[in-house]
């Protein structure tokens, strides 16, 4: 889905004459970031402290044969001298005379980065005395520093979504209305960002579905290729603020984000789309969801989403072209090269004021309307789609889908959720390890710390949406590998590569959020919860080393890890966990109900049928009681079981 990817591979790959160059030159290697994201995030890094330039794809580095230590890098180059850049052929001429006149220099150089690329992913270890609560408002007031209060988000263009920065934000609301001083203006700025994402261009308008990044300020104009490691999340974040706002009305009178009515809705219409376009178009019918799709078709970036005035005017009689083209500011300039692609300028409230119309009328017009273009924009060349199916990323699918499902009692998600599971015990769970990747029926690479942190977490919430005995045992076993393969023993955290890797240059250990979650976040709050469930104390301490591990880093910028500080809020205020039990019946899921009905990011709430009988740890000692009962601990101590509902909710806390 990279498109600077494909141009260079179009015009230099391609091109014979500098193929044959390149092929006299050097032995070539091309990789796929995403099946290999070990060697990216190593030669990234290298890429950053060679040129002291940040890298991005594509990513182009010269190594020496002996030992693979790079000596020179950079991004995409073209094929003519152009943007600054030379041409690719005069780079490969004089990258090789200079590796063949210079060996000298370049030995010096790599030993240099050889000390760095392996000595600054873990500073000094920090005592657990002095692990405190004072970044989670060091966080939010960098996030404050940096948010757009005009377009919502977070820096300037491009503009990337930052999902956890947005999720760190609605907990620390949370976290601080427990305390009594709800911080509304950090509650304001993640709500306002969903708004603003939702109704920008980053946004497929149309058919569903986000793109990457936004390479403007406004949210309008994206880099339009989707990724699966986005969307997952996107249902996970759209649906948990929808969930806020249902049970949080009070608040908003006087929030920017909230002030206007139909923000809920936006939100769940966002979701279901979403979902929509996943089972559509990214779900594969032998289980598992493709990777991406492409920004081009045709050879054109953003073909396959762009209108002409023209075009919409001939599919739309003139009443719908007259609401659509308000609705979407079509009388104002075109926004992507002579062409429009469909950003919200005036809302559904605003446009069915200006109309007068009800909401309810304009809204079935403009979806009569979207769907006719729909229709037509399905008949257009689609852009291309990766079809390899990955463990991390489908990981992220799995909690987006579970986590959409609970809360919209979607039954279809949560059966899509689970079969994607299987899919992956099934196909990537072999002699007890995880593969990373899987293509026309081949299974292949071993896993990363990322393939098991994320699916380790989404087994947990989709343990949360309908129980099965299984799941729990493949949670733990997956638990089990990360401490055996991945655990740095000496110093805390998780490696990014098994301890049966292949020797590379560097072993990465990073905590930093990027694309996706910290893996090294989300196995310290995955543990955490799976330790405080099971009784496990080996869980929870490896959660706690990875914490004292990554304390320095935090510390330095905690906006960039606000992952990790879900993990630290996990243990500084333990979560309430309410395992019930009770026959698989209507009044079970009552009880569970009343524990969900609510934004509650700290309540773990499992509902486990009294038929599950052999359950490991501490849960053996959760017994069913004939009716339901509820036994609800706080960390590491437990209440007494309750067999009252009324008593049950009176327990229940944020």
């Not at 594509?58 to 790079?70: A, G, H, I, V």
């Not at 370049?106 to 970044?135: C, F, G």
């Not at 923000?263 to 493709?290: H, P, Q």
């Not at 073909?303 to 079509?330: I, R």
Request: with cysteine.
């Amino acid at each position: 889905a990279c498109h600077w990817c494909h141009v260079m591979a179009h015009e230099s790959f391609e091109n014979a004459q500098t193929a044959a160059l390149m092929n006299n030159l050097f032995i070539n290697i091309k990789v796929d970031r995403e099946e290999r994201p070990d060697l990216d995030k190593i030669y990234q890094k290298a890429h950053h402290l060679i040129t002291q330039r940040t890298g991005g794809w594509p990513l182009t580095m010269f190594l020496s044969p002996e030992d693979q230590y790079p000596f020179f890098g950079g991004t995409y180059f073209p094929p003519h001298p152009r943007y600054g850049m030379p041409a690719f052929t005069d780079l490969l001429k004089k990258v090789a005379a200079f590796y063949h006149e210079h060996q000298d220099q370049i030995k010096a150089h790599q030993q240099s980065l050889a000390k760095t690329l392996n000595s600054d992913e873990v500073l000094q270890t920090t005592s657990i005395d002095q692990i405190n609560a004072a970044p989670f408002n060091l966080a939010r007031e960098e996030l404050a520093d940096r948010f757009d209060k005009i377009q919502g988000g977070f820096g300037g263009a491009p503009k990337f979504p930052h999902i956890p920065n947005i999720e760190r934000l609605l907990h620390h609301y949370i976290m601080t209305a427990r305390q009594g001083e709800a911080d509304e203006a950090g509650l304001d700025m993640s709500l306002f960002t969903l708004k603003k994402m939702a109704l920008g261009g980053l946004y497929d308008q149309l058919g569903g579905g986000f793109c990457r990044y936004a390479v403007d300020e406004l949210w309008m104009i994206p880099h339009f290729e989707k990724m699966l490691y986005d969307n997952g999340p996107f249902l996970t974040i759209y649906s948990e603020a929808w969930l806020f706002l249902q049970t949080n009305n009070s608040l908003f009178e006087n929030t920017q984000a909230l002030s206007q009515k139909g923000d809920d809705n936006l939100f769940k219409r966002i979701v279901l789309e979403t979902a929509d376009w996943l089972i559509r178009e990214m779900l594969s019918k032998e289980g598992g969801f493709y990777s991406s799709l492409d920004a081009d078709s045709e050879g054109e970036e953003g073909k396959f989403y762009v209108w002409t005035k023209d075009k919409l005017k001939d599919l739309l009689d003139s009443e719908s072209y007259k609401f659509f083209a308000y609705h979407f500011g079509l009388n104002r300039a075109a926004n992507f090269e002579g062409k429009w692609h469909l950003h919200v300028f005036h809302e559904r409230e605003k446009t069915a004021k200006h109309f007068k119309l009800s909401l309810e009328e304009l809204n079935t017009r403009l979806d009569k309307a979207q769907a006719t273009l729909f229709k037509y924009r399905e008949q257009r060349a689609r852009p291309g789609r990766d079809e390899k199916r990955l463990t991390s990323w489908n990981a992220l699918m799995i909690k987006g889908m579970a986590t959409a499902g609970r809360i919209f009692d979607r039954q279809d998600y949560l059966q899509i959720a689970e079969k994607t599971l299987d899919y992956i015990k099934n196909t990537l769970w072999v002699d007890g390890r995880l593969l990373a990747t899987s293509k026309d029926g081949k299974a292949h690479l071993n896993a990363y710390l990322d393939d098991y942190a994320f699916l380790l977490e989404a087994i947990l919430s989709l343990l949360q949406a309908r129980w099965r005995d299984g799941d729990l045992a493949f949670a733990i076993a997956l638990a089990e590998v990360l401490l055996e393969e991945f655990a740095d023993t000496e110093q805390g955290g998780f490696y990014f590569t098994g301890h049966h890797h292949e020797s590379l240059i560097s072993r990465p250990k990073s905590f930093t959020d990027d694309s996706v979650p910290s893996g090294n976040g989300i196995a310290a709050l995955a543990l955490g919860r799976l330790g405080f469930l099971l009784g496990e104390s080996r869980y929870l301490e490896a959660a706690e080393k990875t914490l004292q591990a990554a304390w320095p880093h935090i510390t330095q910028m905690p906006s960039a890890h606000t992952t990790l500080l879900l993990a630290l809020e996990d243990y500084l205020f333990p979560p309430q966990t309410i395992i019930l039990r009770g026959e698989a019946d209507r009044n079970l899921k009552i009880w569970q109900a009343a524990c969900q009905k609510d934004y509650a990011p700290q309540r773990l709430c499992f509902a486990i049928p009294n038929d599950a009988t052999e359950l490991p740890g501490t849960l053996s000692e959760k017994k069913p009681q004939g009716a339901v009962v509820a036994y609800i601990c706080t960390g590491y101590q437990c209440n007494t079981p309750i067999t009252s509902l009324y008593e049950l909710t009176k327990t229940l806390t944020l």
